[in-house]
């Protein structure tokens, strides 16, 4: 009995070689069970729906197992230090001669993001077995090879497989654009293939530079942090690589104006798609901007920040307008999702530990509303098979789980308290204004007008009477509210929201010693007062 | 003696190979080539290589050049072809032709090549053909056969490709298709 | 036991017969065809492609038993007084062009049934050019290169024309005759001129084989900069450019790959393009090594100028093979980046070698998958062929989508690997223009390649009646196809798997 | 005897410009396959003038002339293989000009 | 102190608990999530009481931190900050919050989304609940934007695109003024290093060099938006759209005092300049309200200008109070301590009275609504008196009480503003004291209409008594609004701010007061019956002096030039900039490039005539670049 305790705890202990096993589990649980729906042609449809399962809830499981395990404390704080990885595992695939294996671990600010996937990776998944699409199989299988992807991209402690990860869920994104997209899928996969081939190959190439100028020829983000703090590139090496890597990794996350790829694709991607890219796999270069390019080539960053700030002001201004504008719904979640990386964007170009605390926070928590948004948006268009803000109208009375549903995920990402996105865009704005006034009044307007767009959608799909191409529509069809099925995936999502927007502490503990251990507090403040209380000053010594 | 008979042959064979392009009948070209070709020969024998310009005469000017007007004749080209030049071609190659004789020029008659060394006297190895079985089945024992196989490949060639097809698919009108598309 | 170099040696020079051991048998498998021709009756004739077949299959399995065990040592023997040389590199290329002539003999197999074309004339060629193919590689002199060289080549002009009743064969065969020919004649001027300027006594570091390499490399290294030498190897260069498709002498390639039969348009795409590389690389690693300086601008503006002809010309071509030989191209470009950087950066030597091999496998997955939709008459094939491709025979699709992807160097497949250790090797060597141009050229391929597998695999646009039917796959292209996807997506992940190969 | 290397060079460069003048010059299939021949029998030249001219005491020199005995057979068969193709194709088209057997090109 | 800490935690806790388990489980039963909803605000309520009446909280203050997330430097706290002033907004919000839930019980028996509702009302209870007792800005500032959720969901209960304006409008206006009181707690946090309230006080008191004027105005805008000021005023008239106990309770008595609160709350962290703002806001807000409340029909709209303009008259009363209690001499008699606490006392005095006038005021307007079916043109009422007596007696209450007529509660805390701002500064007082004319005269105006004469409707004329479930509540609310003024009504923790820190007038002043409450007072009701005659069936300003009315009828044009902003700028704005998005970036940028290689390769694809003729120049192309680069021209 006691050498079963033992065992177990053995087991469940941070150290477990177990755990690190798992981070290959979620990757080749999704992966295997995708590929055998994708090849396979003969299994009734409730097995394939079963290995489908299989496949979406293990990463989830996992995701939330090492999370709770993941433990914030470990290591000393300090501005290069390799510590903060948990759970590394290696793995060498014959490349170890090149400085390539594939090596993985969480660290303070992956771990979220592995969460994120998680969730949103179960949440599509599982949304997806309401789609109605010619081949449900290859849909299903291919969203599952995506969520490896982003299990593996998120969980890469190896710059290689970071990227590798990264494309390998990129590329089902572009079938499933093509195949079941919506309209002109097409034009837009292909465009959209381009768009993002060609930020992945900057973003490469930024990342190759890294590899060859550090001269550990290796990939491996630890090796590289010891050798770059030691040995600094030079400062225009320096600047030449992060604006690769920042040219690169912008136009996957749509920095404006490299945005022009998201509105259309999401409004023409299949909702579950839609969400793992705007809600996970967008995050990709965010966090290759965070963990990578600024820790390990702090003068390219510090050289770019200004003008990234004026162009992610551009994302929450502009963007922000043109969001107003929208009249097609996907079309104005996929802007508003622009928009909101601009928040991200204009944190992480403080370059402080606020900063990027807060820019990992609003990931998290966009990741979850924005997925959550493109799904009731799918949802909609599944029951009036209308997207268009002029011609929708009153579905609440038909749909009152619906609307409210849509209300909440509005207002968290419009920011409401409550929620998590709540969090992350507080912090941004006091991370910001520490660094410029203006640029903070400048995002702060964002609050404002995201309202303004968020609310408008509401008001014109749900309230008031139906219009009269709806009450034609209506004639001939009914429209039901949601069925379990669909209401499971959006649940967790809300749920997760909430939990984070109460609880802010079950994340931002471990992205706070993740982003001690690679940014600087900065500036300081100006104060007579440390911050706060003498709670807090207790708290404050970790 | 021999610096005369050099530049009567070079002259021989230079413009008799100038008239191989310049001539309007294919056979005259070929006529031409022939003459080229033995004066090659003759050129040979000056550098004592007496055998290389047996075979040169041999194989050149009689099998390869007969097989070349057995075929124009047999085609009767001349008489439904006749040599119509393009005169922007024509100045294109003829400009292209002046560079290619400038950078002779510049590499043989002006010397950039050399230095050059002057004729060295003694035995001249080449001169004699059992020198030549010598090497072939010794040191080129690996291209000579392969040059056997090179022959047999060509061989397989001529004849597989000169066979009237048999049961093979032809697509008439495929032709017809393919010039439009 | 593992013979000692030694022994290596004391065999070599008791038979050296015995080291080309595959080249011969190769070449008595093709006699034996056109005499089982002969001898057999015309209702055993299929066996005689499967002879052809499973008798390369026994070469392949002899080169890789040579090459596994014993381990290879990198050393190079010499043989036939220099006229080749046996090195652990030559293995390899010689699997390189056994898995080249395995793949087109399976390919070659079907595509001529289906046309009722003579199949034993066909083996046989193909036999001899592969044999001829592995020589050209391992020679060390240039007379056997040069006899290796139109031993191939007039192979390719009877490959070429083989479809002898169509006219897009035989026009083809044509082009690729005189273009071939006159390429051949630079080179050869380019050879003659080296051996003058080699074998000159009044030139320091003159030697008494300058056809030899390692004799030619000793007096390049002494005279790097004589007019002889430059010209004489840039003219070598540029017959090789001909056979690589490296723009200037590209000009042939899409029309000569859409007029030549299908597999024999892979066999050219795969083997000679490679053939060309792995000469290139034979000679800048020996005689040429002390014209790096003079070479390296030289090879990165071809190598740039390939990329962006190949893959801006490539764009919005119809013709699949056109497209796959104008795409050709842009990939001679990138693997001509990668010979330059291995002027200053020799690892990028196993990056060149790995990039051919996944443009092998990448390659006749597309080809597979063009002979399945092609009509008879293939040069007419188009990308209206693919429309409904995905819904009437979903392996091909993916077989499609794997062998594109891999050729567009999309991860996790191996194309994706490939391109990254060439890029790599291009950054190391300091070559930051030509990979900006690099990078350009795989945006702009996602585009054909992209637009191709789109035509493919989404919504058909045209009604399934008007759609060109694909015949089902048998049991053999079934297998064909998984192996190869399976290697190709296996060697991008878990490169490691393949064992020492390579890397 | 004042006639040097370079005479023999000089004569041999000729015929190959020529023969390369030919090919860009001419539509006749044949005609240009002639010049093809004239550059192969310049490099021909050049070998045996640089063979005998390069002559030494412990340098015999025989490489060139083997060589050229190889490319006179690779000739040869390139030749014949050749008009095979262009003989095959004159049945087809009725043609030999070059740009009347243009099927093959962009459309 | 365990027990009060632990009595607030459940007074701020049973709420949310009532609204999870509505949500979760009551949204189709609404019998249940009532009894939930009405029994959690009685607790509440009876909890709070028992917290203040008993002595379970002896009144110093409760002071309590707990740092709940930190990123980087910055670090966000939950706490409690329990003050006198905490108490008493506490009380107003727990005892109003329960009469008004009780009297919903009766109101909404027959909506069909009464789950909704209630969830909606115990969210609100919750977050106003948290904005009192929070102990730091960035606390105040989450439940700040709850209160404004909660009145969003339930200003659109309805589900009606006018209820969805009105909703939209509330929203979005209050967002407007957040994002001001959202920089302005930032600017404090990096000034200062802290938004807690304790410790942002004793840090003014040592350092006021670093309270800039900037700081103070940006945590105003936050009160513009919440508490209804000039110029983003004008979501509160439509969010009348709401149901009457909504309007009762946020839109009247507790919600919209916040802002109010709030500048009691942080009555230390004002220039001068900005105390001169508030006043000159609050003043206007105050005059211009009361002039609209003539301009409409409708009961709730009338109430509903009425309440902005005791809201700006609560704003100015503070500003005027501060000002006051920062004068050298005034701090020389009462200490700066006290001084400090003038404004403060004022609008807290008002916004309790007003709290319980104005809950009851839209109480009976609820009632009356309810009994005539959802009629709400004054004009159509009449009659009442007979048919509904109790409403009538605590609506005539209320409205003495509101016009100041003594002894009402109204009355004392009028007065006590009226006061301080003819000793601080006479301009304003004469327009305060203006205000409290024209505020009896349309209270006369709704009061005279509505209730006396002829009932002038078929629903007015079936008018009857509305049930128990929605008396009691007047009946408890009058009580209030009659006694208000009399401390013996309120908890002994309440005294020091409602009795201590307001200047009461004595002596000569109390005379004038007296006089000029009573002439503004009865004088204005007076007026009232003269101009509008009571029971009378048409606006006879309307009629006699229609230019006059449609003066009072434009509002100043807020909404127009609003509406203009939106449709003329911000959507023009917004649609050129999508035409730029989509023409310059996405067309010129993206597909500009796209073309620019297509182009390239159709030009490329030139070279492949299929003519080897041509074919060979590329040969020779080549040779001679060949032969340049060898001879080095290249």
Partial sequence: MESLQHFLLNCFSQHSGLNSALLYAAILAPLIMGGLLIITDKLPASTEKLLASIGFAIPALIAIWLWSLYNASLGAPGIFNDGGWQFITTFDTGLSRLGISLKLGLNGISAPIYLLAGLVGAAAGFYAFNAKVENPRVYHGLLLIMLAGLMGAFSSIDIFFFYFFHELALIPTFIMLGLYGGRQSRSIALELTIYLTLGAMLSLTGLIVLYVKSGVNSFDLIALTTQLADKPLPENIQNYAFGMLLLGFGTLVSLWPLHSWAPRGYAAAPASTAMLHAGVLKKFGLLGLIQIAAPLIPMGAAHWAPLLMWLALGNVLIIGFVTMAQDDLKQMLGYSSVMHMGYIFLAFATLSTTGIGGAVTLMVAHGLSAALLFMLADMIERRTKNLDLGELGGLVRQAPTLAAFFVVATLASAGLPGFANFWGELTIFTALFGHSKLLAAGAIVGIVISAVYGLRAVSKIFFGEPTEPMSQFLKTNTITDLSAAEKRPAILLIFALLVIGFFPKLITESINAGARRLYADKPVMTATAQPTSPVASTQASH | MIDFMFYFLAALTVLSALMVPCSRNPVNGAMFMIVSFVGTAALFALLQAFFLAIVQVLVYAGAVMVLFLFIIMLLNIEKTQALKVNRGIAALSIVAFLAMVAAVWFLFVEGRAGPFPALPAGAVPASLTKHFGYELFTKYMLPFQVTGFLLLIAMIGVIYISKKPADETVDATADAKGANR | MIPSLETYREIAQLNEWALILPEIVLAVIALTLLVAELLLKKSRHPFISLFAILGQVAVLALVLANFWFPPQLDVSLSLFSGMISHTANGQMMRIFFLLASILVSLLANSYLEQRKLPKVEFFAILLLVTASFMLLVQSTHFVMLFICLETVTVGFYVLVSYFRSQNTSLEGGLKYLIQGALSSSLLLFGIVLLYGAGSNPGLVGNVAEPMQFDHLATFISANPSHPLVLIGALLIISGLCFKMGVVPFQIWVPDVYQGAPMPVTAFLAVASKAGGFFLLMNLIKGPFAALDAFLIPLLSVLAALSILYGNLAALGQYSPKRLIGLSGISHAGYLLMGVTAALTIPSAYSAINFYLFVYLFGSFLVFAVMQKASPDHDALHDMRDYANLYKQQPLLGMALAIGLGSLAGIPPLAGFLAKLLLFIAAFQAGLYTLLGVAIFGVVVSIYYYFGWLRTALFRPFVAPETAHTIPALTRGQLVFLIVLMTVTVLLGVYPGSIGGLLF | MSIGLNAYLTVAGLLFAIGFFGVLLRRNTLVIYMCLELMLNAANLALVAFSRYNLTEKNPMMDGNVFVFFIITVAAAEVAVGLAIIVQLYRKRQSVMVDEIAVLKEP | ?634
């Fill in chain 5, 1 to 634: 102190m365990q027990t009060p800490v632990t009595l607030l935690f459940l007074i701020l806790l049973i709420p949310l608990i009532s609204g999870i388990l509505i949500g979760l489980f009551c949204r189709k039963q609404g019998a249940l999530a009532m009894v939930l909803s009405v029994g959690s605000a009685g607790l509440q309520m009876a909890l709070c009481l028992y917290l203040l009446w008993s002595e379970a909280w002896d009144g110093t203050t409760i002071h309590l931190n707990y740092e709940w997330m930190r990123l980087g430097l910055f670090s966000f706290n939950l706490g409690f900050l329990f003050d006198k002033n905490a108490a008493l907004m506490l009380f107003v919000v727990n005892f109003v919050g329960f009469w008004i839930h009780l009297f919903s019980a009766g109101y909404m028996k027959d909506d069909e989304a009464r789950g909704r509702f209630y969830l909606g009302m115990s969210i609100f209870m919750f977050s106003m609940t948290g904005l009192v007792i929070s102990s730091n800005l960035m606390m105040m500032f989450i439940f700040w934007e709850l209160v404004g959720f909660s009145s969003y969901m339930l200003i659109g209960h309805y589900l009606t695109k006018n209820a969805a304006n009105a909703a939209n409008k509330a929203f979005i206006v209050n967002r407007v003024g957040d994002f001001g009181f959202l920089i302005g707690i930032i600017w404090a946090y990096w000034v200062f290093g802290t938004t807690d309230i304790a410790t942002l006080q004793s840090l003014v008191a040592q350092r006021p060099d670093l309270l800039i004027t900037p700081i103070s105005l940006l945590l105003i805008a936050g009160v513009l938006g919440k508490s209804a000021q000039v110029p983003l005023h004008v979501w509160l008239p439509d969010a009348m759209e709401g149901p009457t106990p909504v309007s009762a309770l946020i839109h009247a008595a507790t919600m919209v005092a916040a802002g109010v609160y709030l500048l009691g709350r942080i009555y230390f962290l004002y220039t001068p300049t900005a105390l001169d703002a508030i006043i000159l806001i609050g003043g206007i807000t105050a005059v211009f309200a009361a002039i609209c409340a003539f301009g409409t029909r409708d009961i709730k709209k009338i109430l509903a200008y009425s309440t902005l303009s005791q809201l700006g008259y609560l704003v100015a009363a503070f500003g005027l109070g501060t000002e006051y209690g920062h004068r050298p001499e005034v701090i020389a008699e009462h200490g700066a301590n006290a001084a400090a606490l003038f404004g403060v006392g004022a609008a807290n005095f008002h916004l309790t009275t007003h709290a319980f006038f104005k809950a009851l005021l839209f109480l009976g307007a609820g009632s009356i609504i309810h009994a005539l079916h959802h009629e709400q043109d004054i004009f159509k009422m009449g009659g009442l008196w007979k048919s509904m007596p109790v409403t009538s007696i605590t609506f005539a209450v209320a409205v003495l009480a509101i016009t100041g007529v003594p002894p009402l509660a109204g009355f004392h805390s009028k007065d006590a503003i009226l006061y301080i701002a003819y000793l601080d500064n006479p301009i304003t007082f004469y327009l305060l004291t203006g205000t409290a004319m024209l505020t009896a005269l349309y209270m006369g105006r709704l009061w005279f209409v509505a209730f006396w004469g002829k009932p002038r409707s078929v629903n007015a004329s079936h008018a009857h008594e509305s049930s128990w479930v929605m008396l009691i509540p007047l009946i408890v609310l009058a009580l209030y609004s009659a006694l208000g003024g009399f401390m013996v009504m309120y908890p002994r923790a309440l005294h020091f701010l409602l009795h201590d820190s307001v200047l009461h007038p004595e002596g000569a002043s109390y005379t004038l007061m007296l006089a000029i409450s009573l002439i503004a007072g009865i004088g204005g009701l007076v007026l009232a019956a003269v101009i509008y005659k009571p029971g009378a069936a048409e606006d006879r300003v309307q009629q006699k002096a229609p230019a006059l009315y449609a003066f009072f009828a434009s509002k100043l044009y807020f909404d127009e030039i609003y509406t203009f902003y939106v449709k003329k700028i911000q959507d023009r704005v917004a649609i050129i900039l999508n035409f730029l998005d989509l023409f310059l970036v996405g067309g010129l940028l993206v597909r500009g490039s796209a073309g620019m290689v297509g182009l390239l390769g159709m030009i490329s694809k030139l070279s492949l005539t299929g003519n080897i003729q041509t074919y060979v120049y590329w040969f020779l192309i080549g040779i001679i670049g060949f032969w340049l680069y060898a001879t080095g021209v290249f």
